[in-house]
């Protein structure tokens, strides 16, 4: 399943949060919306996800969507078991299948020891860890990630960059990363879209192996970014 | 809860220490004062009226209390949700809320008595007003709860599949938890300042006499004002302050602390 928006527009009461945009994202394909703050990255994001209504356009998106939060917005009153499951709760599955799903998502995601215990009492990285886990659950079409590191430390940012790799190459998932940060998208995603003034200026192809910081032509693809991200 | 309860015990867990205290050390701490206090003090009244009495009296005034708090919280929590659900309910809403709040509800309260006599229920006045003055306490903490859970909380219950009844019961109760904790302390409060007017029946009822009065603590306190029983007087506001600081030591401590788990960071 593809995801494709055909001249979407989108408006609060007199702002243009999004105007004219249209791309297409294939099955499998890992890819990054950059841009300023406020310009529309995160509106598209909400768009695909469902949760905000394009006001003219159209838009192709999968049912089923999983999605990481910049603010990681677990359930503070729910454990890391029951953070997990929460989508699965939403799909009538066994109780049993329920414990199975959940426990191999938390150890995918490396949160063994802390299955009982609350977001309050985990480290940033371990909580989004939590919510990468909760997205992936529920078994999506596409992860959707907006903004999901930064509020994280360069260590652990670099660690879930992994994990993000690794699970896009195992399980060929779609993923649609929104990022403020040119190096973080070249290093991860094979296509970026540039959101400016609200449009889409720019499409990037990004075709270096991985892992890619340590590439001679890395810096490269950041630059030629940058120059336009800035222009 | 069925699925709290069967199959993740660690779901809203506290520790051990925790339970013990609040479930057994606080009830048995009460049960123990007040075994002590009947069985070894009584206080010598003009009115005739003993210690026992006075407990009794005060179980009386908490129950009418409860039965007016948990009404105001079943009333208030679909009230405030319905004043918050968009920015026109808001702005129609809160402020007749805030109008409703300052009308002098003892102004209505001889209508009251008159109407409940004569259905013949007069615990009923007395409830009722304690009602009135709860409700709007509670309200305006549940609506400022409401309007601090962050967004994308409520879009991860979106993207989640969490909707209807099951939003109300995952999302919106817990997450307004703690401002239904406060606006409950804010509510008995006012209870407690009312119960001496609500339970004093007669004074509003035209050639009313002591009889029509409600038994409760408060009844008991303004009588023992009225007869200048000073003994009574003093029994009465202790046992009262006792009840008060008891009810704030065993159930709202242990609800804030408790709520502290539900608080957005």
């Known amino acids: 399943m593809t995801i494709e928006f055909k001249h979407v527009n989108k408006s609060y009461e007199k702002i243009h949060a999004l105007e004219d945009i249209s791309f297409l994202i294939k099955k499998g394909e890992f890819v990054s919306f950059i841009g300023p703050s406020g310009e529309g990255k995160s509106t598209i994001l909400k768009i695909i996800a469902g949760i905000e209504k394009e006001t003219s356009g159209t838009v192709i998106r999968p049912e089923k969507i999983g999605m990481v939060f910049q603010t990681i917005a677990l359930f503070p009153w729910l454990n890391v078991y029951e953070n997990v499951a929460l989508g699965l709760r939403s799909k009538k599955i066994p109780e049993k299948e329920i414990h199975l799903i959940v426990h191999k998502y938390i150890k995918m995601m490396k949160l063994e020891n802390f299955v009982t215990h609350r977001p309050a009492d985990l480290s940033g990285g371990q909580r989004q860890r939590v919510g990468i886990a909760r997205a992936l659950a529920i078994d999506p079409e596409v992860l959707l990630l907006d903004e999901p590191f930064s509020a994280l430390d360069p260590k652990i940012t670099a660690e879930l960059h992994d994990d993000i790799i690794s699970i896009w190459r195992n399980t060929g998932k779609t993923i649609v990363l929104v990022s403020h940060l040119i190096e973080e998208a070249v290093s991860m995603t094979e296509k970026i879209f540039l959101i400016k003034g609200n449009r889409l200026t720019n499409t990037f192809l990004i075709d270096l192996p991985y892992p890619r910081r340590e590439h001679g032509r890395f810096m490269e693809e950041v630059s030629k970014i940058r120059r336009e991200f800035f222009k | ?265």
């Open chain 2, 1 to 265: 809860m069925r699925r709290t309860r069967r199959s993740h015990h660690y779901a809203y867990a506290i520790t051990a220490g925790e339970r013990l205290y609040s479930i057994f050390l606080g009830p048995f701490f009460v049960i123990c004062v007040l075994f002590l206090a009947v069985k070894f003090f009584s206080v010598p009244s003009a009115t005739n009226v003993n210690f026992s009495d006075l407990l009794t009296a005060t179980s009386f005034t908490l129950g009418r209390l409860l039965v007016a708090y948990v009404i105001a919280v079943i009333l208030a929590i679909p009230i405030a949700i319905l004043a918050v659900k968009n920015t026109f309910t808001e702005k129609i809403f809160l402020p007749m809320f805030d109008v409703l709040e300052s009308v002098p509800i003892l102004a209505f309260f001889p209508i009251l008595i008159l109407f409940f006599l004569r259905i013949n229920l007069p615990n009923g006045a007395a409830i009722f007003i304690l009602f009135l003055s709860m409700l709007w306490n509670i309200v305006f903490t549940i609506a400022s709860g409401l309007k601090l859970i962050p967004r994308d909380i409520i879009y991860a219950a979106e993207v989640f599949g969490i909707k209807g009844f099951r939003y109300f019961k995952e999302v919106t109760l817990p997450a307004i938890f703690p401002e239904i904790v406060t606006g409950s302390i804010l509510a008995f409060a006012q209870g407690w300042n009312l119960i001496i007017v609500a339970e004093v029946l007669h004074t509003y009822i035209p050639g009313g006499t002591n009889s029509q009065d409600l038994f409760g603590i408060g009844s008991i306190l303004v009588r023992a004002s009225n007869q200048g029983d000073t003994n009574l007087f003093i029994a009465s506001i202790a046992v009262m302050v006792v009840v008060i600081a008891l009810f704030n030591f065993f159930i709202w401590q242990n609800l804030i602390h408790y709520s502290e788990r539900f608080k957005f960071e």
